[in-house]
Structure formats: structure tokens, C-alpha cells
């Protein structure tokens, strides 16, 4: 076959489909060939993955390199504001999402105890201090109010302050140079500015950390003389950035789509319990962090097509958590259904290493909020709210809402 005949060029990211559902151009691809050569804007040709039992098989394949500086182009859904560069830069020390084994797993290693589910279960009852505090400012304010602002973003910035042990006189300004440095309506010197004074920040406060350490994430790595200062950094930023922006969509897309589900949300208001359930399936229904990409080390046969060596492959987690072969009636939101085994979260080395303190974000989040403002509403028609769509993570860039009462 003339593998770039009818090759599409670029992703489809228009949803034209609904707020909630894939590009409608995204789910005949996978119809058609969920393993589909793709030409990039740059001109690169590479692939595209959509079916979910090959973005499974892709995922747990490590001939797809997942380092940045031997070729991945990420230029496929370009960030506003940021210039993609097309030249893959040098490896950023300690940043583990773009290594391959053996180096990541010497990084990510020294980081599992810590995420673990009973580790993480110890830090639940801080986490819904924190919701709950949030939640007393929101309900403080008078509405209407832009959720994002007000909630969705300061929950998962909060949370991972007191866990790499920020000290409180310095959150504000770590928050605000967060949120710059993610911000879409700044410019590109502007988002430059935050990150340098990011990382000179997080220099400063690990080498603090290694001369005495306390008790939180950054001081136990910091103790580890086997790990650099600039891999310290990078590991902070990674982690301070992989979990703020993906829980932040997450809380504010999610009330979106569960006041646009007025019968599913009555359901959880009255049960509450399904909660760990509903935010299962949320997470596969959005599916917020679509686009991974990868790089094949060798020609490798896949799917029934032959991905040449030193192609780019981009995976679409949200085509694949929509596939009708997976799970029957994908586009309908349901909070009784078995989601578990979504690819949110992703696959193979590379999983969600946050994913357990994603959940109870999640968890405390919706819960917290469904009981203190119960009857919370959007304050504009559903049609203007603004998508982050052409974002590397899927939501609402402000969700307006409103209430008339509120709950202890
Ligand atoms: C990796 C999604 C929250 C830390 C990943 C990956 C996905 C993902 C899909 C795999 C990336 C790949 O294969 O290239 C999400 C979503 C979240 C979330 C949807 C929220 C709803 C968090 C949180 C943290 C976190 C709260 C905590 C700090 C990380 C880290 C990695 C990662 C460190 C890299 C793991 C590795 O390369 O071994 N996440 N994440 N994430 N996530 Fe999350």
C-alpha cells in the first residue's frame, strides 16, 4: 500500500462532535486504521495510534523511545504562546517522563515508595484539609465565580507545595509563577521569566533541602547523594508541573461535564459513595491528556503496518478510551460503569506515577463540592463556555459559576 496516499496531515482537534466527545475526524481514523501513518505540520511522517488495544500494546513497548532529545517533534498541537521548537532539545537531567530504561527507572525508583496507594492514604486526610480550605474561600466569595481560578487550579498547586515542602511564605509566589508559566494569555518571554525563576527557585530550596533535610518528598531525595542538585530540580518540576495542570482540567472539565449530566450528577449527590467510581469513568470519558508521543528505535511491525526507525508516533488516549471494542456505548456517560482500565492514566513504565493522589484530588474535590455548594450551576449558557481546545491538556479555561446557597 502507498502508505502516504491518503495520509492525513496533522490531528483533527476540532470538537465538533460536543465539548465532552473526540474530534469526529479523530474517531474515523481510528475506525479506519488505528495504526495510520500521519504527516506532521514540520513535514515529518509519522504515525498516529488510536485504536485502544494498540495504544495498550504501544505503551508497554519500549522500542518506542520516549527520550526527547533523539527526535520526538512535538509540534502536533502546537501551545499558544510557546514556540514548538522542530530541533529536539538535550536531555533535561532528572526529568524522567523522556527517558528510557535504564535511566528512568533509576530516577523513577527513588520516587515509588513514596506515591505508593498506603503512602498515599496516610496524606488523605491533609489533602481534604486543603480541598476543604479552598472550598471555605469559594464559598466565601460571591458568585458568580470562575471555578478554575478560584479551585481548580489552587487544589493540585496546594497539594503538591506541602508534599515537596515548599515553606507557606513562599507558596504565593511559586503559585503565581506556576500558573504564569501555564497560562495561556501570556507571552512567550513572560512564560520564560516564570520558569527561570521556577528552577533558580527549586535550586535554591533543594540544595537547602540536601544541607537539612525535613520531613517531605524533596528532603528524602535530597538525602540521596547518588542524585545531583540538577536532577533534584528536574525531579520537582516534573512533578510539580505533571500533576497541576492534568487535576486542574480534570476538576474544572469534570464539574462542567457533571452539570451537564444533570441526571448522573443527581445520582452521585444521592450516592455518594459510587464517587471513587464516577471519577474513574470522568477520567476515561474526558480523557484531559490525549496526545503522548513516542519514538521508534527500529523498524518495528505493528498493528499489520511497519513503523520505519526514527519515526514519530503520536498516541491518542482519548480515541482509545472511546473504543467501541473496549467499552460498549463509550460516548455515554456512565458513573455505574466499570472504567478501570482506561488508559488516563497511560501504560507500561511511564504510568501515572501520581495517579493515587490524582484520585484523592479527585475524590475530595467533586465530593467537597457537590456537599458545600449544592446548588452550583453554570452562570453563562453552556455553548460560550471557552475549551482549551489545540491545548496538550484538554478543559475549560474558566468555568462561571453560581449559586444560590451554600453548605457547612
Ligand atoms: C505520567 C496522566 C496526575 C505525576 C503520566 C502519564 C499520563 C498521566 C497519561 C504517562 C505519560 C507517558 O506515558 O509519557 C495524568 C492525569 C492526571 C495526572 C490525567 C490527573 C488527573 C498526576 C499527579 C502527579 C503526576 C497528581 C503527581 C505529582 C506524573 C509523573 C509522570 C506521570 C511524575 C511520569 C512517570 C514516568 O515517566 O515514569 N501522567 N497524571 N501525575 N505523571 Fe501523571
Redesign the pocket.
Known amino acids: 500500500m502507498n502508505q502516504m496516499g491518503d495520509v492525513p496531515r496533522g490531528l483533527p482537534v476540532e470538537r465538533d462532535a460536543g465539548p465532552f466527545d473526540p474530534p469526529s475526524g479523530l474517531t474515523r481514523l481510528r475506525e479506519t486504521r488505528p495504526v495510520s501513518p500521519l504527516v506532521f505540520p514540520s513535514g515529518h511522517e509519522g504515525w498516529v495510534v488510536t485504536g485502544y488495544e494498540a495504544v495498550r500494546q504501544l505503551?508497554a513497548d519500549t522500542r518506542f523511545s520516549?527520550r526527547q532529545d533523539i527526535g520526538v517533534v512535538h509540534d502536533l498541537i502546537p501551545m499558544e504562546g510557546l514556540e514548538v521548537p522542530t530541533d529536539p532539545g538535550p536531555q533535561q537531567p532528572g526529568l524522567?517522563?523522556?527517558?528510557d530504561p535504564p535511566d528512568?527507572g533509576r530516577i523513577?525508583g527513588k520516587?515509588t515508595g513514596t506515591?505508593t496507594v498506603k503512602r498515599m492514604k496516610t496524606l488523605e486526610e491533609g489533602i481534604v484539609a486543603i480541598v476543604e480550605r479552598q472550598l471555605d474561600h469559594l464559598a466565601s466569595l460571591t458568585p458568580p465565580v470562575d471555578l478554575v481560578a478560584e479551585f481548580a487550579l489552587p487544589v493540585?498547586s496546594l497539594?503538591?507545595c506541602e508534599?515537596l515542602g515548599v515553606p507557606y511564605e513562599d507558596r504565593e509566589t511559586f503559585q503565581v509563577n506556576t500558573n504564569t508559566f501555564l497560562n495561556t494569555d501570556v507571552t512567550f518571554e513572560e512564560k520564560m521569566a516564570a520558569l527561570t525563576e521556577l528552577t533558580t527557585y527549586l535550586a535554591g530550596l533543594v540544595t537547602g533541602k540536601r544541607a537539612q533535610p525535613d520531613d517531605d518528598i524533596l528532603s528524602d531525595l535530597a538525602r540521596d547523594e547518588d542524585l545531583t542538585i540538577e536532577e533534584l530540580v528536574g525531579i520537582g518540576f516534573?512533578?510539580?508541573l505533571?500533576?497541576?495542570e492534568?487535576?486542574a482540567?480534570?476538576l474544572g472539565l469534570g464539574t462542567f461535564a457533571l452539570l451537564e449530566h444533570p441526571e448522573q450528577l443527581a445520582e452521585l449527590r444521592q450516592n455518594p459513595e459510587l464517587m471513587p467510581n464516577a471519577v474513574e469513568e470522568l477520567?476515561r470519558y474526558l480523557?484531559?491528556?490525549d496526545n503522548?508521543?513516542?519514538y521508534a528505535i527500529e523498524d518495528i511491525e505493528f498493528g499489520g503496518e511497519t513503523i520505519p526507525e526514527g519515526s514519530t508516533v503520536v498516541v491518542s488516549?482519548l480515541a482509545a478510551n472511546r473504543d467501541p471494542k473496549k467499552f460498549e456505548n463509550p460516548d455515554l456517560l456512565d458513573i455505574n460503569r466499570k472504567a478501570r482500565g482506561h488508559?488516563?492514566?497511560?501504560?507500561?513504565?511511564?504510568?501515572?506515577?501520581?495517579?493515587q493522589?490524582?484520585r484523592i484530588?479527585?475524590r475530595a474535590g467533586f465530593n467537597g463540592l457537590l456537599r458545600r455548594i449544592p446548588s452550583l450551576k453554570l452562570a453563562i449558557p453552556a455553548d460560550e463556555v471557552k475549551l482549551r481546545t489545540n491545548m496538550r491538556i484538554y478543559g475549560v479555561h474558566e468555568l462561571p459559576v453560581t449559586w444560590t446557597e451554600t453548605a457547612a
Open positions: 505503551m520516549s524522567f517522563i523522556a527517558m528512568h523513577r520516587l506515591f493540585p497539594v503538591i508534599m516534573l512533578l510539580l505533571a500533576g497541576h492534568t487535576t482540567n480534570m477520567m480523557s484531559i491528556a503522548f508521543y513516542r488516549l488508559m488516563s492514566f497511560g501504560h507500561g513504565v511511564h504510568q501515572c506515577l501520581g495517579q493522589l490524582a484530588e479527585m
